[in-house]
T-cell receptor, first 112, second 113 residues
Framework: GENVEQHPSTLSVQEGDSAVIKCTYS??????FPWYKQELGKRPQLIID?????GEKKDQRIAVTLNKTAKHFSLHITETQPEDSAVYFC???????????FGAGTRLTVKP | GAVVSQHPSRVICKSGTSVKIECRSL??????MFWYRQFPKQSLMLMAT?????????EQGVEKDKFLINHASLTLSTLTVTSAHPEDSSFYIC?????????FGPGTRLLVL
């Protein structure tokens, strides 16, 4: 089955700096890679996703890159703000079987 | 769009009792719903995949007789924790899939005394 690894487990940046979170996956059949943001005690919220036929996707300050050959994908947050502080989870799934596996999470702290 | 509700949000029960948690997709039909368990500061652990009208598929190590899942309609799935024990205390989150994306409910915090 799919195994997703996520690094780092914690990340602290200064407001305005960039933050990068990296994930690797094991199953070459995975073709959909969402990123979720979870604030304390709340539900995970989808913030961006990418399919395997695309190498990069951007939405304002958030971007995701995918390297299918190396089986890794990354989340990039630019111009970080204190409200970006949360736990971020990457995930990988195969669209055909809906089997989604999550990384262990990264706790991002943005210091004002 | 793509709103998922979950009830109750918080429940405290005595050891040995059963607790039912409901998960509803409010504005879309979800053929597949998922149940996760999340311990403090840990990731989401998939417990089972629930397909409307059929038996749930449980992950290895999850007792199907203890965690009963019913997916009676395209908008409702329920998880019943039977004979709950303190070690079952956790945050339970459901999700519903719309195409390839999963949308999560707000979660249910269960405390078993």
């Amino acid at each position: 089955g799919e195994n997703v690894e996520q690094h780092p487990s914690t990340l602290s940046v200064q407001e305005g700096d960039s933050a990068v979170i990296k994930c690797t996956y094991s199953d070459s059949a995975s073709n959909y890679f969402p990123w979720y943001k979870q604030e304390l005690g709340k539900r995970p919220q989808l913030i961006i996703d990418i399919r395997s036929n695309v190498g990069e996707k951007k939405d304002q300050r958030i971007a995701v890159t995918l390297n299918k050959t190396a089986k890794h994908f990354s989340l990039h947050i630019t111009e970080t703000q204190p409200e970006d502080s949360a736990v971020y989870f990457c995930a990988a799934s195969n669209i055909n079987n809906n089997d989604m596996r999550f990384g262990a999470g990264t706790r991002l702290t943005v210091k004002p | 769009g793509a709103v998922v509700s979950q009830h109750p949000s918080r429940v405290i029960c005595k050891s040995g009792t059963s607790v039912k948690i409901e998960c509803r997709s409010l504005d879309f039909q979800a053929t597949t719903m998922f149940w996760y368990r999340q311990f403090p500061k840990q990731s989401l652990m998939l417990m089972a995949t629930s397909n409307e009208g059929s038996k749930a598929t449980y992950e290895q190590g999850v007792e199907k007789d203890k965690f009963l899942i019913n997916h009676a309609s395209l908008t409702l799935s329920t998880l019943t924790v039977t004979s709950a024990h303190p070690e079952d205390s956790s945050f339970y989150i459901c999700s519903a899939s719309l195409v390839e994306t999963q949308y999560f409910g707000p979660g249910t915090r269960l405390l078993v005394l």
